[in-house]
């Protein structure tokens, strides 16, 4: 089945900051619309706390679903087909019976009140048996569902309960099954071969039929559900919601030797290679027509926002940082201090929750702009060690895309501590594109969304004088890390 004019393809993004939703009709524009967004209630409490309300969530989701219906409307179409992407990692239990979570506040990948049980975890993964078990090392963090379900792995479910992530649970409002991308249970799926893993889910005392069939089937969309608006104008139909991070990767349209960066609230940074590459402190993942090398980290756009908030004192907004980044922009760079971006410890390639941030070098004379100006360098280096600890070479350009991609003073630093061109996406929603594309690839024979791209260069001046701060960033670094051994 070709795109027709009568059908519309949609696309939900449940992110950690923003939920948004997407729309594309090949006869309407050759691109995706984004018809609206809301903010995530997602919400962070020390020590280490982080949950989701899904009421509040079903909420949100709802009324862009009130933005769809319109839409869907206003240009008459006959059917829309639907797809999900999402946060994964979060702990929630579904009572089939009830229809809703057990309880309201979802944990989510964040939420790090599962690390007294990570030593105990991966002391059962260890000697290489996580390669065994995932096809891919499976690295020490409180982040993945696995470490969760341990820790709670006195919590025996019913028969009535079922562990689903939030993109499966909006998932089975709107169809009333239970099925999943495999990307949604990263975890606890071999990575090759996309099924769970049996051996793994027993150190958990948990069995596949506590978990969502993994599908890529299309389903048809109920019609009396709590998330549609009454009248919805057509026929809907959805597929099976995937991972965030996995709708980021089909939307960039990688080739193998091509590097990229999901620059969002945490990033993502790895490269396609034609073949399989096992490293430690990474995750290999065989694509459709290759293997990616990749590793999350939690120093990104959350660390930019956390010093504007917290550090200044001053609205998170796209002015201020407009402001910012014109003072910043012409400082030199051995005139900043270095900083240590690591408020929440580190995950790739260090993996090392305890790890704290600090400035180091701070002078009378520096400014806000000199301070801000450093948060970003101390990102990009954070970058460039990551893409070094990896093996074979560095890759010869690095796509981007996400919210901090949207800053070109960043992008230039990214570049010269990189020392490669980045592309950098003009449509920075790259996982709603990555979702629309699986989704016209279920139902159509029209080839994938592809991105436009613009190219950011390094800069000669800058790449001098950032080689040698990132040779003393690494030399301070290095010491910490043997003082805390």
Known sequence: MK????????????????????????????????????????HMTPPGKATCSYEALCTSVSS??????????????????????????????????????????IPVWLDSTCSPSLNKLFSKLAGG????????????????????????????????????QLGDAL?????????????????????????YSRQLLSMTGYEIHHFPELSSRVFPVRTNNKLLPRGFPCPAFAVPALADFYASFLGLSLSAGEGFMLANTSEISGKATSH????????????????????????????????????????????????????????????TPLFYPFIDGERSPWWDSTLQGTFAGLRSGHTDAHLYRAVMESIAFCRRYQFETMPSRMPRVIKICGGS?????????????????????????????GVLSYVLDMVTSSPPLSPDYESVFPEKNLIKAYEKKYSLFLKHMNKALKLKI
């Open 405 to 433: 991609a949207r800053n070109q003073l960043f992008n230039q630093i990214r570049a010269a501590v990189l020392k490669r061109p980045l592309l950098k996406a003009v449509y920075p929603e790259i996982a709603l594109t």
């Open 129 to 164: 048996k996580d390669i065994r078990l995932l096809g891919s090392p499976l690295p020490q963090g409180t982040n993945w569902l696995i470490t969760k379900l341990y820790h709670h792995r006195t919590r025996k479910l019913s028969d009535n309960e079922i562990f689903l």
């Open 171 to 195: 998932f089975s409002e709107l169809s009333g099954c239970y099925a999943s991308h495999f990307s949604s249970q990263i975890s606890i799926v071999h990575h090759h071969t996309r099924e």
């Open 64 to 105: 862009l679903f009130d933005d769809l219906s319109l839409f869907l409307r206003e240009h008459a179409f006959d059917r829309v087909y639907l797809g999900i992407c999402g946060l994964v990692s979060s702990y929630l239990i579904w009572d089939k019976q009830k229809q809703k979570p057990v309880c309201d506040e």
């Open 276 to 335: 399989a590459m096992i490293s430690r402190p990474f995750i290999t993942l065989k694509m459709e027509k290759f293997f990616l090398l990749y590793g999350s980290t939690n120093t990104g756009a959350n660390v930019m926002n956390w010093f504007v908030r917290n550090m200044l004192r001053r609205p998170v907004s796209p002015e201020t940082f407009n402001e910012l980044n014109q003072q910043a922009q012409c400082l030199d760079p051995a005139e």
């Open 3 to 42: 795109p027709d004019q009568h059908i519309c393809y949609a696309a939900l993004d449940v992110g950690t900051s923003q939920i948004k939703m997407a729309v594309y009709s090949p006869v309407l524009t050759p691109a995706l619309q984004l018809i609206g967004h809301r903010p995530a209630p997602v």
